[in-house]
Structure formats: structure tokens, C-alpha cells
């Protein structure tokens, strides 16, 4: 009877811390307060973003100290020169050193593209005539980084004027053109 009692004590207990580290490793590795994040504006203020083209924004040069991207981190990035154009595309490049290609050896160039929850991506007002886009960059993850934001733009479309002002030519009705040629 001892020996009984010995043997499925002993399962229970075992019992027990396999459940206890199953618990634990299926945890995330944030918990209390250590994962509160911040969020910051980013592109209204000069010097904070630059164009390389008409098209494509950076918010520092690949060649400088990247911005910090903490945990739980959320950049607002306001684009006012694609104003009411639509956004194509957004890359966030990721480092855990601040400068990357200046403290380190050519060779040793130490980023990444960011994906999934280390760049957490929200577009807004993309092609509203009027407004400034905005683009939310948020670290979703409890890991320390630095970032380099490129977003790009579609290209922008020729203005075309307003109709029937100053036009001497004739005014062709274009719901009656069918685009076939005699």
C-alpha cells in the first residue's frame, strides 16, 4: 500500500511541473508593465524625412543613425508631399544598432527587412484628394530596435484642369466615343 501511495505521488508531482513548464512556455515573453509601448509623429517637422524622388520618402538616410524602434513602438508617419496620392508601397528596415552602416564594417552591415509583428502596418487617407497620408509603423513585439522607414507613392497623375475652361478646341461628349477608328 506504501509503496502505491510512493508511486502515484510521485506521478502526481511529476504531473504537476510538466504542466507547470508546459504553462510557462506557451506564455508570451511579455507580462506586466515591461512591454508598455509609446508612439510618436514623424515627417511634419523639418529635417524628419526627406524625398529621393517624386515618389519615394526615407525618413533618414540608409548611411545615419536610424530611429529608435522600442517595443510596442508606433511611428505616425505624415507624408505631406504625396498629399491625395495613394500609397504603393511601405519598407521598414530594422537594426539593433542605431547606425548600422557607419559603426560597422561595410561587410558587417547588421539590418533587415521587418515583416509580421515587428512592422505592423496602417495606411491612411491613401488617395483622398486634400489630406496628407499617414502611415502607422508599429513594433507589435517586447524587442528593442532601430528603424528606417521607405515608403513610396504611385506616380502623380498630370493635372488635367478643370473641363471647359480656356479650351478652343471642340467639345467632344466622351460617353459617345467608343475608341473605334474608321
Not at 509503496?3 to 504531473?15: D, H, N, P
Not at 509623429?41 to 523639418?46: E, L, Q, R, S, T
Not at 561595410?106 to 488617395?127: D, M, R
Request: aromatic share 10%; charged share 15%.
Amino acid at each position: 500500500m506504501r509503496r502505491r501511495f510512493l508511486t502515484y505521488g510521485t506521478l502526481g508531482i511529476v504531473a504537476a511541473i510538466l504542466g507547470s513548464l508546459t504553462f510557462l512556455g506557451a506564455s508570451t515573453g511579455c507580462y506586466g508593465d515591461q512591454c508598455t509601448g509609446s508612439a510618436g509623429d514623424y515627417g511634419w517637422n523639418p529635417g524628419e524625412g526627406r524625398l529621393l524622388d517624386s515618389d519615394t520618402w526615407e525618413s533618414n538616410p540608409q548611411v545615419s543613425r536610424w530611429l529608435e524602434y522600442s517595443h510596442q513602438r508606433s511611428w505616425f508617419v505624415h507624408l505631406p508631399a504625396f498629399q491625395g496620392r495613394e500609397i504603393s508601397n511601405v519598407y521598414v528596415y530594422i537594426s539593433p544598432d542605431p547606425d548600422p552602416n557607419v559603426s560597422n564594417p561595410p561587410q558587417y552591415k547588421q539590418y533587415t527587412l521587418a515583416s509580421g509583428n515587428l512592422a505592423e502596418i496602417t495606411v491612411n487617407f491613401s488617395g483622398t484628394p486634400g489630406l496628407v497620408p499617414t502611415v502607422q509603423v508599429h513594433n507589435d513585439t517586447c524587442a528593442d530596435y532601430y528603424s528606417r522607414i521607405v515608403i513610396t507613392a504611385y506616380p502623380a497623375t498630370p493635372d488635367a484642369g478643370i473641363p471647359n475652361t480656356a479650351d478652343t478646341g471642340t467639345n467632344q461628349d466622351a460617353a459617345s466615343d467608343t475608341g473605334a477608328t474608321e
